[in-house]
Every structure is written in structure tokens, then in C-alpha cells.
């Protein structure tokens, strides 16, 4: 098996800029991991409640069309099948209740997008370091 | 934007009942870019306490972050975690699972009751000392903790 190729991370982002910059980014510094992307949270709940292969790591916008990513974090963190996935919300939020209610729904972190490339880089480099070599998760 | 702006100082809260860990991590976060004050509890009763503000920790502050190992005398962190997370004033509050155990179960029963992340303690000092510097490094400057 290649380098990274058994790791999986679902994107949920609306954003198609974001989105794209996102995949580049984890296709540099995790090359040969697989990113799922999904622009609806109600399809990013029906394709984890079917598949067989759950991700690793998921990374949630907040502002979605259609379902929002806080009932996106309520459906997936209150999900037995689902609960156990690491959550990172990624917005560009700075707001106070936004924070406290993604905590409150049980997001494992809340980080804030940057409108800088380069502190963009390093959020999605630190997110890869933290999540993929210091923590332990519960998915192989 | 990141925490690095924030003046406040960031509290944290260690449960940790091996002595030689909470030195070392006291060593490790006391060189931090981000101004911290790491307060170790060492049963999961006096986390709890702690945490309610009881007994001996009345003026106890509302920590930032908690880092709890999971085998701890009085009450496991596996309860000490549970209960954090069903409670509705003290859930917000990450929670570092962080314990000598790499065992699947605990790994699954962690997240499962919301641990925020799980970490192994590794047994190379140096490499400790990159672990807590790692945890420092994502939960103080790149994550938003919760203010309260």
C-alpha cells in the first residue's frame, strides 16, 4: 500500500474556492490520501450512513445551504454509527456563539479559515500534523 | 486569525496522577508562545472538583483546556470524561484524552463519549516533550478554545 493511501477525509464545503484549495493543500502535505468532497451536509450524512469505508477525518464548513454544518454536527455527533469521527469545523466564523455551539454539538476543534494563503497553508498543515501523526483515531 | 492575538491567558487543567508526566509537561508548556497557567489535579474526584468549583478549589478558574489521562485513582477518566460531556456547562470545554494505553477499546470509548482527541503517551522523554509541544502547538494557536 502507498504512503497515505489508507487515509480517508470527508471535506463538507459549499465554498468551491476553499474547497479546491483545501484538496491541493491535503494533496501536498498527505500525498496519496483520499478526499471525499461534498458540497451538501444532507449528502454527506446519507453517503456516511452507506458506506462501508468511514473516513478518518472530517472537515465541516458551517455555513451551508440546506442543511447547516451545526444540524450537519448534531446528525453526525448524535449518530452512534457516526459519533466516533473526528469533526474539525473550518469556517470563517470568528463569532463567540459560533464557537460555543460547535463545541456544544461536540465538534473535536474549531479553527478559524484565514484569508491569508499562507496562514491558510499552515492551518491545513497543522490540522494534518495534529490529527494524522500526534492523535490516535478511531477509524483504521 | 489565531489565538497568538489573544492577551488572555489560557488556563489549562491537567489530571494526572504520575508525577514525573505532570513535570514534564509543566516543563514543556512553560516555554510556550502562548501565555499559560497549568493547574494539575491527580484523581479524577479532584478533577471534578475542580471543575465545580468545590472543596478546596472554590476560586478554581474555568480551564481553557483539559488534559486527562484516563487511568486515575478515586474516579477513572473514562467517568471524569463522561461526565464533563454530559454536562451542560462544563461540555464546551475540549477535552485531550492523553494516556500511556494505545489499546483499541479505549481508543473507540474515548471518542465515543467525546473526547475532543486521543493521544498515547509515548515512553522517549524527548519524544513527550514533542507530544506536548504538538498539543500546544494545535490547541493553543491554531484551534479556537471556547472563552467560556
Known amino acids: 500500500m502507498k504512503k497515505n493511501e489508507n487515509k480517508k477525509i470527508l471535506l463538507i464545503e459549499d465554498n468551491l474556492g476553499d474547497a479546491r484549495l483545501i484538496i491541493e493543500l491535503f494533496n501536498e502535505f498527505l500525498p496519496g490520501c483520499s478526499i471525499v468532497h461534498k458540497i451538501r451536509a444532507e449528502d454527506s450524512v446519507e453517503y456516511l450512513l452507506n458506506t462501508d469505508s468511514l473516513p478518518n477525518l472530517i472537515i465541516l464548513d458551517l455555513k451551508l445551504n440546506g442543511m447547516n454544518g451545526f444540524e450537519c454536527l448534531k446528525e453526525l455527533k448524535y449518530n452512534r454509527d457516526t459519533l466516533i469521527i473526528p469533526i474539525v469545523v473550518l469556517s470563517s466564523s470568528a463569532m463567540e456563539e459560533d464557537i460555543y455551539k460547535a463545541y456544544d454539538f461536540y465538534a473535536n476543534c474549531y479553527i478559524r479559515k484565514s484569508i491569508s494563503l499562507n496562514e491558510f497553508q499552515r492551518i491545513i498543515n497543522s490540522i494534518i500534523d495534529f490529527w494524522f501523526n500526534t492523535a490516535l483515531l478511531p477509524v483504521k | ?148
Not at chain 2, 44 to 57: D, I, P, R, S
Not at chain 2, 96 to 117: F, G, M, P, Q, R
Open chain 2, 1 to 148: 486569525m489565531t489565538n497568538n492575538t489573544n492577551p488572555k491567558l489560557i488556563d489549562i487543567l491537567l489530571v494526572e496522577d504520575n508525577k514525573a508526566d505532570s513535570r514534564l509537561t509543566r516543563e514543556a508548556l512553560k516555554d510556550s508562545k502562548i501565555k499559560n497557567s497549568l493547574f494539575v489535579v491527580e484523581d479524577g474526584v479532584e478533577a471534578l472538583n475542580f471543575l465545580y468549583k468545590q472543596g478546596v478549589h472554590t476560586d478554581a478558574p474555568r480551564p481553557d483546556l483539559i488534559l486527562l489521562d484516563l487511568n486515575l485513582p478515586k474516579k477513572d477518566g473514562r467517568e471524569v470524561l463522561a461526565e464533563i460531556k454530559s454536562d451542560e456547562s462544563l461540555k464546551r470545554i475540549p477535552v485531550v484524552v492523553i494516556t500511556s494505553s494505545k489499546a483499541e477499546e479505549d481508543i473507540l470509548k474515548s471518542y465515543n463519549l467525546h473526547a475532543n482527541c486521543f493521544i498515547t503517551k509515548p515512553l522517549n522523554l524527548n519524544q513527550f516533550e514533542v507530544i506536548v509541544k504538538s498539543i500546544e502547538d494545535f490547541w493553543l494557536t491554531i484551534v479556537k478554545l471556547p472563552k467560556e
